[in-house]
């Protein structure tokens, strides 16, 4: 399905840069810890002199210098402190001489943090030698360097012992580092050293503490509570149709824009173990607080959850949030939700900055968008683009595009480069395009691929192909097997299979099945099973109360009103029955005129018994010449009438030709008297 969509561009301010940048080397500093996560400052004292990027001001200098002048004098507090300043500021010579003698003084803050120089000058066998002195002595950022140090270089006991040490003093990167380590492991712990991490207001450990919560609950629950970005934000192996995206009152209003931030509340820890929220709600609150503090991957499943619970204004907020530090999903996901609540000027925005940051999905709707308005090069740009993202969806979409232009040997190029990648419509698209051309024998390995992974069409083209080969119990099981998945055509398929074996129990409910569905077939004959079998109504009687409409009744009438020509006299003749002649010419008039040859025949007698015999010749002319016999012998015993012998005849032979038996053996004798009328 596609949609429709002004075109838009995509504008990038400096600031919006700057700050991308920024919040991305955030994510690297807490994911793996650099220069100012393992950086020591606290001296043997206990003093914890300014350190922070954060916390910087305009009297660092005077800091620096009263730090200076006491270093000067000897004081090794002073020394280790001036070598952090000096260190965080990538001052590494001027660093260098304080936290050696620092640490010649036996400074553990001073020693770990001379790990840090030495690291980053390149010499990683030093620094590890200082950080384990410190790490001896107690410093838990040493503890986690020296575990990482160990980690790189393959030895995972030596890591997991220093980097317990880190955690088990209260170190939320060594606790995060720990948790990484045992989760690469598949070692259960992994989940208590996130949850300590993530206490502690690391917010990496947050999210993947989210994540596991949300796997190990989703993983139980198996279905409609399982929730994630990927929900949101299109669905893998089919083509792009939004049709089945969330719909819920409570959504983004057209034109209304979500803020221009998402809110960033400190987020409390959530409660362990509250029965009341369970496994999933846990995993939502540490969604939330990964997500308040800068997360944008936490912030993007944030939205989904939101979204899939029908909460689409904060979910649009926190999608945006995620957008705006560059998530491209977060804001494929945030056009979808633009495009549905009306807003497709913006949602081409967001979805034209997702593409260009290589999401196919977002591609895939921007060629969907130009598709529709006809502007198919750029359709096809678009979809070359999702495919070249790594996006399947891309060549089947293409595909779909060269189909709709006649273009059937490049359909067939990229359905077969699309079924070829697992796609199974596309598999089911390109056995279709085969069929057509008459190769069954090419078609039925592609319909049976797509049936197997899943595609319900492909099971019901496969039991198309079986039935024309008369192999019924073939075609039948798949049949079955697409009626199970809630195909139409298939249940009707089996309702009329069980109704050829005398199964009518299994019919009725294949019938019930395939008209609920929208099949006017299926609702036909579903009223004719359920009118079989209620009792004859007997005569109508003048002035009694006519019987509400009996429930088969009410399928023919839905049959009727989609178009089934059947259905339609059906109604009529209950219409007549209940002395309704009005409502039984409406449908006897429209099964006619739709081609019906028992509608005009019963039209015609209607407008007989109403005095209106010339129009009611002209219906039957109409269903004598569509093969109609009863309608040929009235149209002898009018001619009859009006003494026209010679046409009388004609149609007595041709209600002869036709029959039933009756209806041949009353035009012969009649077409005998008129020969001897003529012949007298």
């Not at 001036?82 to 001052?91: F, H, S």
């Not at 070692?187 to 919560?213: I, K, M, N």
């Not at 009006?642 to 005849?649: A, K």
Request: glycine content about 10%.
């Amino acid at each position: 399905m596609v949609f429709m969509g002004d075109r838009a561009t995509l504008l990038e301010t400096g600031r919006f840069v700057q700050r991308h940048a920024r919040n991305a080397a955030d994510e690297i500093i807490e994911a793996v810890p650099a220069v100012d996560a393992a950086v020591d400052t606290t001296a043997r004292t206990g003093a914890v002199p300014d350190a922070g990027p954060d916390t910087e001001t305009e009297s660092d200098a005077e800091t620096e210098g009263r730090h200076r002048r006491a270093a000067e004098r000897g004081d090794t507090d002073a020394m280790s402190a001036l070598g952090a300043l000096l260190l965080r500021r990538g001052d590494l010579d001027g660093a260098e001489p304080f936290l050696r003698a620092a640490t010649a003084e036996g400074d553990r803050a001073a020693a770990n943090n001379l790990g840090v120089l030495l690291h980053q000058r390149g010499y990683p066998d030093e620094a590890a030698g200082w950080w384990r002195v410190a790490a001896v002595a107690g410093s838990a950022p040493a503890a986690h360097a020296l575990g990482r140090h160990h980690r790189e270089r393959g030895d995972e006991p030596a890591a997991e012992y220093w980097l317990r040490q880190a955690a088990e003093q209260g170190h939320a990167l060594g606790a995060y580092a720990l948790a990484d380590l045992l989760e690469h492991r598949s070692d259960v712990g992994a989940e208590r050293w996130l949850r300590a991490a993530a206490e502690q207001g690391h917010r990496e450990a947050a999210y993947r503490l989210a994540l596991a919560l949300e796997r190990r609950a989703t993983e139980t629950l198996r279905g409609p509570h399982a929730y994630g970005p990927t929900a949101a934000a299109g669905r893998a192996g089919h083509a792009y149709d939004t049709a089945g995206r969330l719909r819920a009152a409570d959504r983004l209003r057209a034109g209304e824009r979500p803020p221009a931030a998402a809110p960033r509340p400190e987020a409390a820890p959530p409660r362990t173990g509250d029965a009341a929220a369970g496994p999933l709600g846990e995993a939502e609150q540490w969604f939330r607080q990964a997500a308040a503090r800068g997360h944008r991957r936490a912030a993007l499943h944030l939205g989904a959850i939101l979204e899939q619970r029908g909460e689409l204004k904060e979910a649009g907020r926190w999608y945006l949030s995620s957008a705006k530090e560059g998530e491209a999903k977060a804001a494929c996901a945030l056009g979808f939700l633009l495009r549905d609540a009306g807003d497709e000027e913006s949602a081409a925005v967001w979805w034209l900055r997702a593409a260009q940051d290589g999401d196919g999905n977002a591609a895939n709707a921007l060629g969907a968008l130009h598709a529709a308005r006809g502007e198919q090069q750029t359709a096809e740009r678009w979809y070359r683009a999702a495919m070249d993202a790594g996006d399947v969806n891309g060549a089947y979409n293409l595909g779909l595009l060269c189909a709709a232009q006649d273009r059937l040997p490049q359909a067939e190029q990229w359905y077969r480069r699309a079924a070829y990648a697992g796609h199974r419509e596309a598999a089911n698209a390109l056995a279709v395009l085969l069929l057509q051309a008459g190769d069954a024998d090419g078609a039925e390995p592609w319909f049976s691929k797509a049936a197997e992974a899943g595609s319900v069409d492909a099971a019901f083209n496969l039991g198309i192909i079986h039935a024309g080969r008369d192999e019924d119990r073939s075609a039948l099981a798949w049949y079955e097997r697409a009626a199970a998945a809630g195909h139409t055509e298939a249940a009707l398929q089996v309702g009329i299979a069980a109704l050829r074996d005398g199964d009518e129990q299994t019919a009725e409910r294949h019938l019930r099945c395939a008209a609920g569905g929208g099949s006017p077939e299926a609702a036909f004959r579903l009223a004719t099973l359920l009118d079989a079998r209620r009792p004859d109504p007997g005569p109508v009687v003048l002035g009694a109360p006519v019987d509400q409409k009996t429930e088969c009744e009410e399928w023919y009438e839905r049959a009727a009103q989609q178009g089934h020509r059947r259905a339609q006299v059906r109604v009529g003749m209950l219409a007549a029955g209940r002395g309704d002649l009005a409502g039984a010419a409406r449908w006897y008039r429209e099964a006619a005129e739709a081609g019906s040859r028992n509608g005009a025949f019963n039209l015609g007698l209607l407008l007989a018994r109403e005095g209106s015999e010339r129009e009611a010749a002209l219906w039957w002319t109409r269903a004598a010449r569509a093969g109609h016999g009863r309608a040929a012998l009235r149209l002898a015993l009018l001619a009859a009438r009006r003494g026209e012998l010679s046409e009388g005849r004609k149609w007595c032979a041709r209600a002869v030709e036709l029959g039933p038996a009756e209806v041949a053996e009353r035009a012969a004798r009649l077409s005998e008297a008129l020969h001897q009328e003529l012949t007298a």
